[in-house]
Every structure is written in C-alpha cells, then in structure tokens.
T-cell receptor, first 121, second 109 residues
Framework: ETGVTQSPTHLIKTRGQQVTLRCSSQ?????VSWYQQALGQGPQFIFQ???????GRGNFPPRFSGLQFPNYSSELNVNALELDDSALYLC????????????????????FGEGSRLTVL | RKEVEQDPGPFNVPEGATVAFNCTYS??????FFWYRQDCRKEPKLLMS???SGNEDGRFTAQLNRASQYISLLIRDSKLSDSATYLC??????????FGAGTILRVKS
C-alpha cells in the first residue's frame, strides 16, 4: 500500500549474532528513517538517512548501524544482539526538503513499511 | 519524563460515542504535530496533522495548545473500524519524529 517494502518480515536470532534488515523506500522519496517498536510501546527513532548519509540519530548504541544506497533503499544492521533487541523494526520513507535559509530539514509525511519482527533468543 | 506522553487506555466505548484523547509534549521548540493510527500488528499510518488553528477531517478533530504543550484528538460517532492504537507524534527537530506510546481505543457494538 505505502510502496515501502521491508525484508525479512520475521526472523529469529540468538544472543550475540548479527542481523541485517532491508528496506526499499517509496518511489520519489529521498529519506529513510528506522524505528524500533517494542511490544506495547510507540516506535522509537533509531536514525535517519538522507542522501546516503546519517542525518540524525536517537538514543541507540553504536552496534546499531545503517546504510542508504544511491537508489535510496536502506539497511539496518545490529551487531552483538541482545534479548532486549527483540522488537518490530519499522522503516519509513519520506521526502525531505532542506529549508533554504536555516539549512534545517522539513520532514514530510512518513510512510511506513510493514516491519521486520525480530526475536532474539 | 518522556518527551511525548499519552494515556495508554484502553478506552472502551460503544458505537456512536464521542471519545477524546490527549497528549502532552515536553519540548517547547516542537514544530509539527501529528496523529498516527496503528492497527494490531500493522504499521503506523498518518491519520491527520495537527495545526495551531485546529483542524477537522470528517469525524476527527485535532487541536493544539502550544501554551500548555497539549494535543488532542476527538472522534465523533465512533465506528467499530475506529478500534486501533492512536499515536501522538511530535516533530521536535526537522528530521526526527517522536512517538508517544499510544492510546488504545476499542469500539464495541
């Protein structure tokens, strides 16, 4: 529906392993944001990528890293998995336009993918 | 203190009822405000933006009170299909949206 696709949809890992989650953004969008949503909580901002560079990061440790590719698709990598990393990982694409004067960014509507549900045992 | 706070509910209401959700935010520099809807085990979807002058979209009305740092969502004539989690969202910097934990609404026949 939103044109944002994520893979895999479900996966199970064990503590200490590494995982890569993938996201294809909606056509015409230049920005990808990643969120972690634990059960019963709202989505928590991990980071955002704009034009292949990290453009803001939430309160997540360095073992959470990402990439954005020239076609604006993105990856989220998590190393040394911990039990608390079990969550739904949501990718959202948007069209962000930098404001001319301030250089800040104006975020458009976020379009979410259906998420990747990660279980760490 | 969380940056965006909501009553988790659940709000259990009969069809046809009017229900209101509130949300407070802590960052007075916040620029944009939204309500997102999330169905069970689905992704969040934008319900409506919230403007300073207040705005209405059919049965849904959103209001913003910057002085009190307070956002509200009013749903009139509730439908069964309105059952979902409603997420209050604040854009405190240009590139970061902060989500509340959500308010659960259950509309019953």
């Amino acid at each position: 529906e939103t044109g944002v696709t994520q893979s895999p949809t479900h996966l199970i890992k064990t503590r200490g392993q590494q995982v890569t989650l993938r996201c294809s953004s909606q056509s015409g969008h230049n920005t990808v944001s990643w969120y972690q949503q634990a059960l019963g909580q709202g989505p928590q901002f991990i980071f955002q990528y704009y034009r292949e560079e990290e453009n803001g990061r939430g309160n997540f440790p360095p073992r959470f890293s990402g990439l954005q590719f020239p076609n604006y698709s993105s990856e989220l990598n998590v190393n040394a998995l911990e039990l608390d990393d079990s969550a739904l990982y949501l990718c959202a694409s948007s069209l962000v336009r930098p404001a001319r004067r301030s250089g800040t960014f104006s975020a458009g509507e976020l379009f979410f993918g259906e998420g990747s549900r990660l279980t760490v045992l | 203190r969380k940056e965006v706070e909501q009553d988790p509910g659940p709000f259990n209401v009969p069809e046809g009822a009017t229900v209101a959700f509130n949300c407070t935010y802590s960052n007075s520099a916040s620029q944009s405000f939204f309500w997102y809807r999330q169905d069970c085990r689905k992704e969040p979807k934008l319900l409506m933006s919230v403007y300073s002058s207040g705005n209405e979209d059919g049965r849904f009305t959103a209001q913003l009170n910057r002085a009190s740092q307070y956002i509200s969502l009013l749903i009139r004539d509730s439908k069964l299909s309105d059952s979902a989690t409603y997420l209050c969202v604040v854009n405190s910097r240009g590139n970061k949206l902060v989500f509340g934990a959500g308010t659960i609404l259950r509309v019953k026949s």
